[in-house]
């Protein structure tokens, strides 16, 4: 792939030329419903992979009723399927909505919609990640889920692709035909649904300028496990690209609609360093980083007098 490979379109219209952009990686900088509109009602994607807005008032989104937010994110799935491949899957990254303390899981209310248009839940994955804001009146919010559904029963599922080590590599039958061979796989195991990914925070090596980039890590065993090479993934909520990143590290395609210009500057430089090899991330493969040991993870002496900890009010 070259630099020329990577596209930014500014303006969508009926009349843009989608056929030709079919082998190019695109970043459509506009609101996602009339991008989608645009494009030809035709299957395109093999995998869509998102983290939409949570109608929680981040800096890009205005807050809206949950109702209408629902109706306004049903519209755009509803395109996104009529593009989907038979047998090509989505990937909803969602976390919770929160209003006065009280949270509303958002899986809860995309689920029934997934379900209305056919699709088939395979796994509610959920992504742990070790840090975050510190809650006073409930407790620390810690993990997302992946909701993955299949449009269709024959879908690409590449588990040899995705396998991590095996706790216990050395175990062996110990009854049966098989007894004394070993009962694992020299490839490794399942990943299971439980995923501990660092979430970007400051000091991560992906954070750019974006409030709530997810890891280049989360996807990439999402775009390993259920795309081959040469597939096109397409991001409707794309941010920085980070889906992009991961999708083009492994030599397949990317298409991204993200509505704010700056993220969309963002993403074109990143791709461009994904694509000559000079792209910051973490990849999903590296174990989680243990502190016991350093100072840092020491019982400090001052809190032996009783010292109060900085928590946030919600
Ligand atoms: C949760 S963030 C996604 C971040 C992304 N996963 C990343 O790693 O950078 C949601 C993104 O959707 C974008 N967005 C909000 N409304 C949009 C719309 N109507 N059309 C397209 N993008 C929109 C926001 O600007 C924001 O960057």
């Given amino acids: ?37 645009c494009m030809p009602e035709e299957p395109i994607f093999d995998l869509i992979v998102s983290s939409p807005p949570y109608d929680i008032g ?7 009723p949950l109702n209408e937010y629902i109706a306004w994110q049903k ?22 909505y929160v209003e006065n303390n009280s949270i509303v899981p958002l899986d809860y209310l995309f689920d029934p919609i997934f379900r209305e248009l056919g699709f088939t839940l395979r796994n509610r994955i959920v992504w742990h990640f070790g840090h975050g804001l510190n809650t006073k009146r409930r407790f620390s919010g810690r993990y997302e889920v992946v909701l993955w559904y299949t449009k269709g029963d024959d879908y690409t599922f590449n588990l040899d692709d995705v396998r991590i080590p095996s706790k216990y590599p050395g175990k062996r039958y110990f009854k049966g035909p098989k007894k004394g061979e070993l009962s694992g796989n020299p490839l490794g195991k399942n990943p299971e649904d439980v995923w501990d990914i660092p979430n970007v925070k400051s000091n991560h090596v992906e954070k750019l300028e974006h409030p709530c980039q997810f890891p280049v890590g989360l996807i990439q065993r999402l775009v390993l496990a259920l795309t ?44 461009i360093e994904t694509l000559d090899g000079t792209v910051k991330y973490r990849p999903f493969d590296k174990p989680i980083y243990d502190p016991s040991g350093t100072a840092l993870a020491k019982y400090p002496e001052e809190w032996k007098q009783g010292v109060e900890m900085d928590e946030a009010k919600d």
């Fill in 1 to 37: 792939m070259k630099k020329d490979d990577i596209v930014k379109i500014v303006k969508v219209t009926k009349k843009t030329n989608f056929n030709e952009l079919k082998d190019k990686n695109v970043i459509f900088n506009g609101d996602v419903e009339k991008t989608l509109l």
């Fill in 58 to 64: 981040k800096t890009y989104e205005k807050r809206i």
């Fill in 75 to 96: 519209r755009i799935i509803v395109e996104m399927t009529k593009r989907l491949k038979d047998g090509g899957s989505i990937c909803w990254e969602v976390g919770n």
């Fill in 228 to 271: 081959n090479k040469g597939d096109m993934v397409f991001d409707p909520f794309s941010g920085t690209a980070s889906s992009g990143v991961a999708a083009l590290l492994h030599e397949r395609k990317y298409w991204g609609c993200e509505i704010m210009n700056e993220y969309v500057e963002i993403s074109y430089e990143r791709l």
